[in-house]
């Protein structure tokens, strides 16, 4: 069983990863930077500049801003300036109001906001801002590695915060040291009180999904699969994990003011983490504690797998996030940790290589995918059959194969980064 000291920092690492979020984490990460650099010059900024990493420029483009109806950074930006609040992290938007979108909306039309890609940005996630009023008074706050990370703050040349960046590799090293077996043990053998906060998650990715299943947002892919996909799926458990995660991104990607709950940065892994879980196990009449175990391996595995891979890559985040499910998706099976390996090595050899090319609605179609193909994979795994180490790039040992993975994305992926986002930018 994990000590008692170990299981203490894997408590602390899993509510320190999966936090609450409003709106896609990257534009509002930098409407989190645009707040603190307002607050710190004490005036609602005249002018805005924000310099942005690619992969965050990438994330921000195309997804629907909370509360809105518009999409994109610059209404962000404006929003952050006008009513952000830093201390709310990233529900930094919670209080937009349709009087503050008019608002915004103007102050857009006045070119009062710039945004520039930097192109030597020392992580993939960095967010440089920097404010200015009619005074020529001026203010800077950066975001680096982390979503709510703050690394330099600075008013009129005065210095108030300045740490180094430490770049996508070293990200994770202050971080408790997981191996699968140790995210496996974790998950079963906790005491069920110690964990218990994880429904958290299941509550507020759920009532996501409700909002999509009664809205229209984004491509509606949920709504579309549970109108006029049931002749096609049926009304079976996988029809209600797919439509079920759907909704709950088509929700987000789509703008609608609701919280989901995220996993290591990223709203969409945080739903595809738990709403295929949560799903299956209403579905299986699991119990309250078996769904609690169920959503921390799913959660805790996405956190292991993104502990190498770094906060953003080229690689798709649903390929971490719905491995963590199908995960889960075999414990919920009654599957043991041989299983689970398995499921996990199934993962890998398919999914591994999908694109990130930004967040925007379509990635609940992405998300799908990961759902449909965890169900395949646990099922693979709950039947005796594993993708062996002949094929591919699996390995026989199982962190070894999800360091294949990570490597893939964070290294060799980097050139379909660049190409990804000179498309995305020159349409």
């Not at 984004?218 to 002749?231: C, D, E, P, Q, V």
């Amino acid at each position: 069983m994990v000590s008692e000291s170990k299981r203490e920092k894997i408590i602390a690492l899993i509510n320190r990863e999966v936090v609450p979020a409003i709106g896609c984490t990257e534009p509002v990460a930098v409407a989190l930077c645009v707040a603190k650099a307002s607050e710190l010059l004490g005036v609602l900024p005249a002018r805005i500049e924000v310099a942005l990493s690619g992969n965050m420029l990438k994330n921000a483009m195309g997804v629907g801003i909370p509360g809105t109806g518009m999409i994109g950074l610059p209404i962000a930006m404006a929003l952050g300036a006008l009513v952000g609040k830093s201390e709310y992290g990233l529900e930094v938007l919670k209080d937009v109001t349709p009087e503050a979108v008019e608002t915004g909306t103007r102050y857009i039309s006045e070119g009062r906001i710039s945004i520039s890609h930097d192109e030597t940005a020392p992580s993939k996630l960095h967010v440089d801002v920097t404010v200015s009023d009619d005074d020529g008074n001026k203010a800077r706050a950066v975001i680096s590695c982390e979503h709510t990370h703050f690394i330099l703050l600075q008013k009129n040349g005065e210095t108030l915060l300045c740490e180094d960046a430490t770049g996508d590799a070293a990200e994770s090293t202050d971080d408790v040291a997981l191996d699968l077996a140790t995210v496996y043990e974790f998950a079963t053998e906790t005491p069920v009180d110690e964990i218990s906060f994880i429904l958290e998650a299941k509550r507020l990715n759920l009532a996501a999904a409700e909002t999509a299943l009664s809205g229209d947002y984004g491509h509606s892919l949920s709504a579309t699969i549970r109108n006029y996909g049931l002749k096609y799926y049926g009304d079976t458990p996988v029809e209600h994990m797919i439509s079920y995660t759907s909704a709950a991104c088509d929700a987000r990607m789509g703008g609608a003011p609701v919280a989901v709950m995220s996993n290591s940065g990223s709203g969409n892994q945080g739903i595809t983490a738990t709403m295929p879980v949560v799903s299956f196990a209403a579905d299986m009449e699991a119990g309250e504690e078996q769904t609690i175990r169920a959503l921390i391996l799913s959660h805790l595995t996405s956190i292991y797998i993104k502990q190498s891979l770094g906060r953003l890559s080229a690689l798709c985040g649903c390929v971490v996030a719905s491995t963590g499910a199908s995960a889960a998706i075999v414990y919920l099976m009654g599957g043991g940790f041989s299983e689970v390996c398995s499921a996990v090595k199934n993962m890998v050899a398919n999914l591994t290589g999908m694109i990130c090319d930004g967040a925007k609605p379509s990635c609940a179609l992405k998300i799908s995918s990961g759902v449909s193909t965890a169900m395949m994979s646990a099922m693979l795994a709950m039947n005796g059959k594993c993708v062996s180490s002949a094929e591919g790039i699996i390995s026989e040992d199982v962190d070894a194969t999800i360091h294949n993975l990570t490597s893939i994305g964070r290294e060799a992926m980097n050139e379909t980064d660049r190409l990804v986002l000179q498309i995305m930018t020159s349409k």
